[in-house]
């Protein structure tokens, strides 16, 4: 939606227009995002007229009326318009919001990309650009350029644990299109968020779930049930689905004696909960069969010791019966 530009009009790094500045140009084109946020664009255009009789230079404004322009069918004016505006070079964000607007309208996703990498060049440490490059990368799928970005985005700004998840997530992303998933990116991936891990910087329900997703894919299910029973376990605060997250890695692990256990906890608490009383049926169910089979082996163990036995007993009668063979010779004699 453009009411989310002037939002973003306030540059927070070395930027060539002021602060007093773009709160002057956001006073000025409050009414402009507003008409074309509500589909009156001929209303829209008629007022950045106005604005560019007094002030030609401003960019934002003309591609506000580029996008206006488009909407409205014009399409070559616009056109027009708009390249004027690219070819200026103008590094302000609501400039560059209100081209990449134009663009993602007319589905050249491209060119969004072409528009953030100049914007990045010119600005290399602006967040706000870098993080604009990266959403723009994820459109056209280019998950390898988009790590490289959150790499970026992670040096600037060391702080800000999201970027670094950013790029975990690019590796998972590329690991997902890899026909050898588990040769390089699952464990790149896993070896970041464990190192993320051991360093105590994961602070987010997010950042455990993204941990997890990662063990799942790699078949590291202790480690898993591990790290759900660890503090950092304890960072995703809703209690019932830590206690699933464990249910499941019991039950893929085959551990039924302990998921009866963990099921009829749940059950004591939520008694009304079908999903429960259904998988602790279920896992009652696979109780029994493993029970049935390590019974079966042991009885099975055991019938062939009676055989064993068996075949003493008779080994002792052929024994006697060789005695009585031999009390016969000796009557014989």
């Avoid at 070079?89 to 050249?108: F, I, K, N, W």
């Avoid at 968020?193 to 602070?203: F, M, P």
């Avoid at 963990?262 to 259904?278: G, M, N, V």
Wanted: charged residues 25%; proline residues 2%.
């Amino acid at each position: 939606r453009v009411a989310v530009f002037p939002s973003l009009v306030r540059e927070k790094s070395n930027m060539a227009t002021s602060q007093a500045e773009a709160e002057q140009m956001e006073r000025k084109l409050r009414p402009i995002y507003d008409a074309i946020d509500n589909g009156q664009n001929k209303k829209a255009v008629q007022m950045m007229d106005k604005i560019l009789k007094k002030h030609e230079g401003m960019h934002c404004a003309k591609a506000l009326k580029a996008l206006a322009l488009l909407r409205m069918g014009r399409n070559e004016e616009s056109l027009v318009l708009i390249d004027e505006v690219i070819k200026s070079q103008c590094g302000d964000q609501a400039t560059l919001q209100a081209v990449s607007m134009y663009h993602r309208e007319t589905g050249e996703n491209d060119k969004v990309v072409e528009l953030y990498t100049a914007a990045a060049a010119k600005y290399p440490t602006n967040g706000e650009i870098l993080t604009q490059l990266f959403m723009a990368y994820v459109r056209i799928g280019d998950h390898q350029k988009q790590q490289q970005t959150a790499v970026n985005l992670h040096k600037n700004f060391p702080e800000n644990g999201p970027y670094y998840c950013w790029r975990v997530m690019s590796i998972l992303m590329q690991a997902h299109e890899s026909t050898d998933r588990k040769g390089v990116y699952l464990p790149l991936a896993e070896r970041l968020l464990q190192k993320y891990i051991e360093e105590n910087r994961v602070e987010t329900e997010a950042e455990v779930r993204l941990y997890l997703i990662v063990l799942e894919l790699v078949g590291k299910t202790e480690k898993r049930l591990e790290v759900m029973k660890s503090e950092t376990g304890k960072i995703i605060r809703n209690p019932l689905e830590r206690a699933s997250i464990e249910l499941s890695c019991l039950v893929e692990l085959e551990r039924w004696d302990d998921a009866s256990e963990r099921l009829r906890e749940f059950l004591l608490e939520y008694p009304d909960q079908w999903s429960y009383i259904r998988e602790y049926a279920h896992v009652q169910v696979k109780r029994s069969v493993a029970a049935l089979k390590n019974g079966r082996g042991a009885n099975s163990g055991g019938a062939n010791s009676e055989g064993a036995n068996s075949g003493g007993a008779n080994s002792e009668g052929a024994n006697s019966g060789g005695a009585n063979s031999e009390g016969a010779n000796s009557g014989g004699a």
